[in-house]
């Protein structure tokens, strides 16, 4: 005798669906983000690794604080990339303007830097915020994310050629002059900033990678685990649980270039 199939409440699996896994638009996604089991990785070095990435593919989607403006208001920064991109995503979906400031061959010092003509822009507007990624001490992803994670766990900071950080961490607070340049564009730091400022010295360890191991990590991650991410990313994963700062979206003319890789002596 052929046993009933057993009859399904679709209604009562849509709520379950919802109320379990749904979110609340882009800017629910936010920072709830699963995590990754990266297979390949684990299996090689013998312990599991993890990693998360935003919905926006940058940590930056975390960046914006709109609460001191109204609605309908402009949400101001100077930016080379990620932070106004993450910025357009959270405005967009929260009803406000975004503006971002690109100017990215001046150095910070210089008053026609792009920080400080956001600034000035801003200040210009009514019902606009600056963000001042660099310099808030709120901010949750430029350097806020190592500050942030670092006050749960031991963490350790991975720098790139052309940062000054590897030596400031290594050396005890010794801030050198940049010498060096890298492929990895995104994260290459010539300053303490205020927001990495309030807990750099806490770090447990700093290491430094070099243009040749990340990129291969960012092949290899594609290869393996089918994930585009940036060198950036490639360079975190080294511990149990890293964060995929950003997706390789925004850097093929460097990462997939063998011309720009060969200027920063990556191929030969």
Known sequence: MESSPQRIDVQQTRESVTSNSAVNGFTGSVGNTPLIYLKTLSELTGCKIYGFQNPGDSVKDRAADVSRI??????????AGNTGIGLAHVCRARGYECVSAIICAIPYENPLSYNHQAKEYAEKLENAIWIDQFENT???STGGT???????????FVDS????????????GNLVERSLSS???????????????????YLTGALHIWDEEAISMSYQLLDTESLYISASSALNVSKVVTILCDGAHRY????????????YAVLD
């Open 183 to 201: 492929v990895t564009e995104e994260i290459s730091q010539g300053r303490v900033t205020s927001n990495l400022g309030t807990f750099v010295d």
């Open 252 to 263: 093929p003319s460097r990462l997939f270039s063998k011309k720009c890789l060969r200027k």
């Open 138 to 140: 709120a901010n949750s």
């Open 161 to 172: 050629p052309g940062s000054v950080l590897y030596e400031y961490v290594t050396s005890g």
């Open 70 to 79: 109204k609605p309908g208001g402009t949400v101001v920064d100077g930016t």
């Open 146 to 156: 190592l500050a942030g994670v670092g006050n749960r766990t031991q963490i350790w």
